[in-house]
């Protein structure tokens, strides 16, 4: 298969700015992009560098938006696993068409990130009724990962990390969490969001205890809502007049 069905592509670019994070994972993403910025001064002291990377925990809450302002912060270029594509019936062809996507992705010296990682790193278990073909999809992976060079970043993410293989997850370097935000950080998102439109749509009952992405969905449906409300009394108006 060729390699640009196996990649989405996707050039948006997202700045530190447009993540809300709490301070502890902000701190690690700093730390990261600076091991990365003076790489090669830190290999000439025998210094590893942190480049695979499992961001976990619960969807909506920036995982995918992290990847991107790390490419952008980098100013690497970022290949996104298709992974509709990269799975195959066809014994063999997943790990073929994964192993192509890693190769370019360390020719590029890019930012590699493979989204719902649960999908080809599931625990290898005897219940699995295609647990041949899995077990060698995860062998494959933990070579590639292995053998995956500094100078390239592998970002993984997931929403359910309990059912990654063990051997997988000891491959990584940094596990950062992603919860739900708290309030405070809702706040600022929801304040973000309300910056574009009339400052009568402030008035709008906010939500907690939901991700950023629900957050987003909620405000709009109740701004759509309103919006529309007001055209229609406009056109009533209109008609009476």
């Not at 649960?118 to 999809?137: F, P, S, T, Y």
């Not at 596990?175 to 009568?200: C, G, H, T, V």
């Amino acid at each position: 298969m060729n390699i640009l069905d196996l990649v989405i592509n996707d050039k948006e670019r997202v700045s530190f700015n447009d993540v809300l994070l709490d301070e502890a994972n902000r701190q690690q993403f700093v730390q990261l992009i600076k091991e990365h910025t003076y790489i090669e001064k830190l290999q000439e002291y025998g210094l590893p560098v942190n480049n695979k990377i499992l961001l976990h925990g619960s969807s909506g809450c920036g995982k995918t938006m992290s990847a991107k302002a790390i490419a952008s912060a980098l100013n690497k270029k970022i290949l996104i696993l298709n992974l509709s594509n990269v799975i195959c019936a066809r014994i063999g062809e997943t790990s073929q068409n994964i192993k192509q996507v890693f190769d370019k992705a360390a020719r590029d010296k890019a930012i590699l990130f493979l989204d719902e990682f649960d999908q080809i790193g599931k625990a290898r278990g005897n219940d699995d009724k295609d647990v041949g073909e899995m077990r060698r999809l995860v062998n494959t992976l933990i070579q590639l990962i292995d053998y995956y060079p500094q100078d390239a970043l592998l970002l993984c993410a997931t929403n359910h990390p309990t059912i990654i293989d063990t051997a997988l997850l000891r491959r990584f370097q940094l596990k950062i969490s992603f919860e739900m935000p708290a309030p405070a950080l809702l706040d600022n998102y929801y304040d973000q969001l309300l910056l574009r439109f009339p400052e009568r749509m402030n008035q709008i009952q906010r939500k907690y205890e939901i991700s950023y992405a629900e957050a987003k969905d909620y405000l709009y449906t109740e701004i759509k809502a309103r919006l529309i409300e007001e055209l229609e009394q406009e056109e009533v108006l209109a008609a009476i007049n």
